[in-house]
């Protein structure tokens, strides 16, 4: 799963197998969670998202699921492909003191997808 | 649809330098960030803005300074450039601020000598 510090954590999967990503957020009265993926020298593109009165999302080939007591996000992704190798991060909605609502993102997990 | 688009790709300074990094929209979004992403770090939120001619600091503000004249344009600029402002910064636009994905542009990769 996703932390803070220098190492990014790394998850390995043979082609075509399922992958899942996980994520610890910080903050129990974030109240939308969003998932992205970021390919070498690109910006972070959205992938899907989840607000916080659901437990479960589905989108093309990608799920997201949300336990809310553990404060715990994941991504799972099916039939993992090639073009699925990148970096995945979480992001949760929160508001800081004196601040508007803003996007906190976790280091990211770098997905790796074998031959 | 260009979406998001910086420029520019590259740049190297020398500290002391100064330099703006420019960022436009055409989704007509309300709201643009600028974040910086150093290796093995997710992003960090250095300023953002909920509508033209407004500007607020993130996480890491220090170091640099935004303007908003137009809602497609988000300016950032950095007065004196110094090795730690070394990084790749994204700028980001949003429909709303909350319940709302951002859409982020391909990135400003800079280097300060």
């Known amino acids: 799963g996703e932390s803070v510090g220098l190492h990014l954590p790394t998850l390995s999967v043979q082609e075509g197998d399922n992958s899942i990503i996980n994520c610890a957020y910080s903050?129990?009265?974030?109240?939308?969670f969003i998932w992205y993926k970021q390919e070498s020298g690109k910006g972070p593109q959205f992938i899907i998202d989840?607000?916080?009165?659901?437990d479960k999302r589905q989108g093309q080939r990608v799920t997201v699921l949300l336990n809310k007591t553990v404060k715990h996000l994941s991504l799972q992704i099916a039939a993992t492909q090639p073009g699925d190798s990148a970096v995945y991060f979480c992001?949760?909605?929160?508001?800081?003191?004196?601040?508007?609502?803003?996007?906190?993102f976790g280091s990211g997990t770098q997905l790796t997808v074998l031959p | 649809n260009a979406g998001v688009t910086q420029t520019p790709k590259f740049q190297v300074l020398k500290t002391g330098q100064s330099m703006t990094l420019q960022c436009a929209q055409d989704?007509?979004?309300?709201?643009m960030y600028w974040y910086r992403q150093d290796p093995g770090m997710g992003l960090r939120l250095i300023h953002y803005?909920?509508?033209?001619?407004?500007?607020a600091k993130g996480e890491v503000p220090d170091g640099y300074n935004v303007s908003r004249l137009k809602k497609q344009n988000f300016l950032l600029g950095l007065e004196s450039a110094a090795p730690s402002q070394t990084s790749v910064y994204f700028c980001?636009?949003?429909?709303?601020?909350?319940?709302?994905?951002?859409?982020f542009g391909n990135g400003t990769r800079l280097t300060v000598t």
């Open positions: 980001a636009s949003s429909r709303t601020g909350e319940g709302s994905p951002l859409h």
């Open positions: 903050n129990s009265a974030s109240d939308y």
């Open positions: 989840i607000r916080s009165n659901m």
């Open positions: 992001a949760e909605n929160i508001t800081p003191p004196g601040s508007a609502r803003q996007l906190t």
């Open positions: 989704m007509n979004h309300e709201y």
């Open positions: 803005s909920v509508g033209e001619g407004t500007t």
